[in-house]
Nanobody
Framework: QVQLVESGGDLVQPGGSLRLSCAAS????????MHWFRQAPGKQREFIAQ???????AYADSVKGRFTISRDNAKNTVYLQMNSLKPEDTAAYYC?????????WGQGTQVTVSS
């Protein structure tokens, strides 16, 4: 059974950092494009970051320069390093995997930025 399991969410002060992880039990993980999305209460789920099978990355303007997505294909894991966190970054963060004919979501991990 395919699973994406996020971890690393926590309560952090403004200006702080967190690293989220998403462990994927997917065969041929390396061919998947991986995404991070987030959803704040009362808001739609929004795209945050992407990393392709070739390692190319893309970011939402709201996090560009503060967040970094990376992957370790040997560990079937994708990461999201979040720096200079702001209260508006508070949300549930979701991992997403996609390849031709396949798409999976994780269950989410909560990030709260508050003093």
């Amino acid at each position: 059974q395919v699973q994406l399991v996020e971890s690393g969410g926590d309560l952090v002060q403004p200006g702080g950092s967190l690293r989220l992880s998403c462990a994927a039990s997917i065969s041929s993980f390396r061919i998947y494009t991986m995404h991070w999305f987030r959803q704040a209460p009362g808001k739609q789920r929004e795209f945050i970051a992407q990393i392709t099978s070739g390692g190319n990355t893309a970011y939402a303007d709201s996090v560009k320069g503060r967040f970094t997505i990376s992957r370790d294909n040997a560990k079937n894991t994708v990461y999201l390093q979040m720096n200079s966190l702001k209260p508006e970054d508070t949300a549930a963060y979701y991992c997403h995997a996609i390849a031709p004919g396949y798409e999976y979501w994780g269950q989410g991990t909560q990030v709260t930025v508050s003093s």
